[in-house]
């Protein structure tokens, strides 16, 4: 079994940075991509970030450009999330995610939906006071 398992969560002021890490664990998979994802209360969870590990290619919720920046290393299957200038709108659980290679569906040049990752940590909260 796969789990993936972040860290880095925690209470910063509007302005400030955090980061979170992701790293799997459990069963040796290989994935094509890796991503994170938010949720606020009472809110469907936005694709924030991710990262295709064969091209290098990131991609970013358009709001977040600029301020956040996805890392990480295929081999470990871990993953890393820089969030500066973080705004009071942006305190939610983030949640990290990780696409097979062997998951159906097409490829694709990077990865936005919930419904093309195959596994998901627990979530890390984040919040951000004004």
């Known amino acids: 079994q796969v789990q993936l398992v972040e860290s880095g969560g925690g209470s910063v002021q509007a302005g400030g940075s955090l980061r979170v890490s992701c790293a799997a664990s459990?069963?040796?998979?290989?994935?094509?991509?890796m991503g994170w994802f938010r949720q606020a209360p009472e809110k469907e969870p936005d694709f924030v970030a991710t990262?295709?590990?064969?091209?290098?290619?990131?991609a970013y919720l358009d709001s977040v450009k600029g301020r956040f920046i996805i890392s990480g290393d295929n081999a470990k299957n871990t993953v890393y999330l820089q969030m500066d200038n973080l705004k009071a709108e942006e305190a939610a659980v983030y949640y990290c995610?990780?696409?097979?290679?062997?998951?159906?569906?097409?490829?694709?040049?990077?990865?936005?939906?919930?419904?093309?990752?195959?596994?998901w940590g627990q979530g890390t909260q984040v919040t951000v006071s004004s």
């Open positions: 459990g069963r040796t998979f290989s994935s094509d991509a």
């Open positions: 995610a990780a696409r097979s290679s062997a998951a159906n569906g097409n490829t694709r040049a990077y990865y936005t939906r919930k419904s093309e990752y195959n596994y």
């Open positions: 990262i295709t590990w064969s091209s290098g290619i990131t």
